[in-house]
């Protein structure tokens, strides 16, 4: 289709600028050609490049990208305001995102040769995690992540929320996938595709978490974990190669952020983090990240282990992936909330035991200790008050608490949060870091409120965005505490 | 227009009333039913009375083949599944049920929808349309009656399973969320088989339809909770083999 003029109509919609054009599409600003205000936000229209020998390629993408863009909700994604038909004026309007994408931070660094620093690497991490698992969350895996397609809304220090863009390779767990064939084909772009996805498999969340691992290396070290490979066999070796450790390139990348970008790029997707929600946590609280052998590794596994990987590679072959809401589900993060005062060692007892059984039998599920004390607790003068102390003493009872769980490999993070208002602080703690379930008491937590205004535990069970358990103390426990006093 | 589908029903008022109610409650607006509406079950009876109302109220009716086999019931006990209850079933129907079976026709055809029991492909025997190269069987049978045919809707197997196109040449299985409205537009062909309302088949007991919108160009799978205990108990009642009792419970 011929690029569009200013002022020109299309679909009930009026042109102004063109604002980007790429291989497949033009992008333009429009309004709505009768007069009517925008809907809240700027709009932005998509017109697929449709010239003679476009391959029907082109236009089965577009097709995706509509039926998934009209699917989805939330902020990390542009609204859907409308799509024409297709087969007569193929276009796709929807919010103009104000903000700048992944590359921006890329080309900044190579043109001003300064590195990005690793806390600056872990936020912008940290908000597309975030947005990859809104996306996951509705059934919907991205196939295609890459700097280009991630624009950073403007936000503290010039990173706000991420939103995703281009949904032309997507897949859509409830819709039959328009992009599949009976031979399986790679589908996706090489320099970020993970290693089932060369092999043919749609799907599986884990490839994107696969594609952050290559964004975030590249952020990191800016160079590309695999290359560029142009070739079938070029693409196939990620299903072996483990690339060339981050430090390698630059000795100041830490321990901590190699540890999370070799994890993404494991080849096998069961070792990778089991969602995206996991990895945003990790990344949002880089001190807490358990080190293993990946922290410190200099160079690339040996050439035994690539032989050994390369061998189980061989047999690596297209499957079907089960619907991505249901393989994110499988690893849960439980949120524990411990109470600051006033908590007998029966109901400790009680929420280890359920914490316990929220964790189930997954080795992958995650726990977050979170206790929310009252700002009076701290004090900027009193040094036996001062905020270190005070967090440090509620960090150790956590660790106490912890202590008796059995938790195998499984990572736990600690938080101590300021708040007066402990409900709202653990739900937006919960919804802020898609938690999976809150573990919390009953009856604790402010109990001596209850007489005039409603409980913490009833407020967190009605606006929680998740499940929440309140547990109860187990009678034996409370007396045999009572007998203690 | 939201076109309800409703195939194999098999003489399970329970199930079928459930799913005529589902499709009322999401806006339904006609009613198809693909065939096998007796059989198996205890309340044939019961069932022809609904689907006799509902003919007379403009639903599509078609033909299957337990509907055939009730018309015309073997002469000699069978021990074939699907013929041993067609005899009492014949017994039970009056003369008027029993024309009013065996007038349906085979096959539907409006506009770019193809309706059939089992497969467009020489619909009076019956073929299962069970994977891809039956369900192009079908499908080409159905471009075959001319017009654009965009839609092929069939029962018979007793599981829902969608059949389209991807990049490559042939047709592609799509196993259906319960529920989710699947994109069906009418520039690309789809042939689907919609399930059974009174003997699923799939290891889940909930009756199956499906709901086309067809100005929406959307196609919803669903599945109906429904009372199959007593559905089983009216097959006990009747004497009928307590397979076809117990089968209900656990969708087999």
Request: proline residues 7%; contains cysteine; hydrophobic residues 40%.
């Given at each position: 289709?011929?690029?569009?003029e ?16 790429g ?45 998934i ?27 103009y ?5 992944l ?28 947005g ?25 220090d010039?990173?706000g ?17 328009l ?24 799907g ?32 196939r ?16 990348v ?32 880089p ?9 410190h ?8 282990t ?38 007998t ?28 004390i009252s ?7 009193d040094?036996?008050?001062?905020e ?5 003493h509620?960090?150790?009872?956590q660790r ?5 769980l059995e938790?195998?490999?499984?990572t ?32 604790t ?30 009678l ?10 | ?5 409703l ?5 399970n ?15 339904a ?6 065939g ?15 689907v ?45 049920q029993?024309?009013f ?24 025997r ?5 994977d891809?190269r ?44 319960p ?22 088949r ?8 499906a ?15 429904y ?12 004497g ?13």
């Amino acid at each position: 289709m011929k690029l569009l003029e200013p002022g020109e109509t299309l679909d009930g919609f009026r042109v102004e600028a063109n604002v980007h054009s790429g291989g497949m599409a033009h992008i333009y600003r429009v309004h709505y050609a009768n007069g009517a205000p925008d809907p809240g936000f700027a709009m932005a229209m998509k017109v697929p490049r449709m010239a003679t020998g476009d391959g029907a390629e082109n236009i089965v993408g577009f097709e995706v990208e509509t039926q998934i863009m009209a699917s989805l909700s939330g902020p990390h994604v542009p609204r859907f305001v409308a799509a024409g038909d297709l087969t007569r004026v193929p276009h796709l309007v929807m919010e103009y995102i104000n903000g700048k994408p992944l590359q921006h931070w890329l080309d900044q660094a190579r043109e001003t040769r300064t590195p990005i620093a690793p806390a600056t690497v872990a936020r912008l991490g940290e908000a597309l995690a975030k947005g990859v698992h809104s996306l996951h969350r509705q059934n919907v895996v991205h196939q295609d992540l890459k700097p280009a397609n991630v624009v950073i809304r403007p936000g503290k220090d010039d990173i706000g929320g991420a939103v995703l863009l281009d949904f032309g390779l997507s897949y859509h767990g409830h819709y039959p996938d328009l992009l599949a064939e009976e031979l399986r084909k790679a589908i996706g772009t090489a320099i970020w595709m993970a290693p089932e996805q060369v092999v043919g498999v749609r799907g599986d969340p884990r490839s994107d978490i696969f594609a952050i691992g290559v964004i975030l290396y590249e952020l990191a070290t800016g160079e590309l974990p695999f290359g560029d490979p142009q070739t079938a066999g070029g693409l196939r070796q990620r299903l072996w190669m483990q690339p060339k450790p981050p430090r390698a390139w630059r000795s100041d990348v830490p321990p901590w952020l190699q540890e999370i970008i070799l994890r993404c790029l494991e080849p096998e997707a069961a070792r990778r983090y089991p969602s995206a929600a996991h990895l945003a946590l990790e990344l949002g609280q880089p001190e807490q990240v358990k080190l293993t052998e990946r922290s410190h590794m200099m160079e690339g596994a040996s050439f035994m282990t690539h032989l050994r990987r390369w061998f189980r590679a061989a047999g690596m072959e297209y499957k079907p992936s089960p619907l991505p809401t249901e393989q994110i589900d499988q690893s849960p993060i439980v949120m524990v909330a411990l109470p600051y005062k006033d908590v007998t060692d029966a109901t400790l007892y009680s929420l280890r035991q359920a914490a316990g059984r929220a964790l189930g039998s997954r080795p992958d599920a995650r726990l977050s200790c979170v206790t929310v004390i009252s700002p009076s607790e701290t004090s900027s003068t009193d040094a036996e008050r001062s905020e270190s102390k005070v967090h440090s003493h509620h960090l150790e009872r956590q660790r106490q608490w912890l202590r008796g769980l059995e938790l195998g490999d499984r990572t736990v993070s600690h938080h101590v949060i300021e708040d007066g208002d402990p409900a709202s602080a653990i739900i937006e703690y919960a919804r802020g870091n898609n938690v999976t379930v809150i573990v919390m008491g009953a009856a604790t937590h402010g109990l001596k409120l209850q007489a005039f205004k409603p409980t913490i535990p009833i407020k967190v069970a009605m606006e929680a965005p998740c499940t929440v358990i309140l547990v109860k103390q187990s009678l034996p426990f409370e007396q045999l505490a009572s007998i203690d006093d | 227009m939201k076109l309800a589908l409703l195939s194999d029903i098999h003489a399970n008022v329970q199930a079928f009333d459930a799913c005529i109610a589902d499709a009322r409650a999401r806006g339904a607006t006609q009613f198809a039913l693909l065939g096998d509406l007796v059989g198996y079950g205890g309340d044939p009876c019961a069932v022809m009375d609904r689907v006799m109302a509902l003919a007379a109220d403009g639903a599509w009716l078609l033909k299957g083949n337990h509907d055939a086999l009730a018309c015309v019931p073997p002469a000699a006990p069978s021990n074939v599944l699907g013929e041993m209850t067609a005899a009492w079933t014949h017994a039970q129907l009056s003369a008027a049920q029993r024309q009013f079976l065996d007038a349906l026709p085979l096959v539907r055809h409006d506009g770019d929808v193809v309706l059939v029991h089992a497969s467009v492909d020489a619909p009076e025997r019956w073929h299962y349309v069970r994977d891809e190269r039956t369900a192009g069987d079908s499908l080409r049978a159905a471009e075959a009656l001319g017009g654009h045919v965009r839609y092929v809707f069939g029962g018979h197997v007793h599981r829902q399973t969608l059949y389209y196109y991807g990049r490559g040449r042939g047709l592609m299985p799509f196993m259906p969320t319960p529920g989710a409205a699947i994109p069906v537009p009418p520039h690309r062909t789809w042939i689907a088989t919609i399930g059974s309302v009174g003997q699923p088949r799939d290891g889940r007991p909930e009756a199956m339809y499906a709901l086309f919108d067809r100005s929406a160009a959307r196609l919803t799978f669903v599945r109906v909770d429904y009372d199959h205990i007593a559905a089983a108990r009216a097959i006990r009642d009747a004497g009928l083999p307590e397979f076809f009792a117990e089968r209900l419970s656990r969708g087999l």
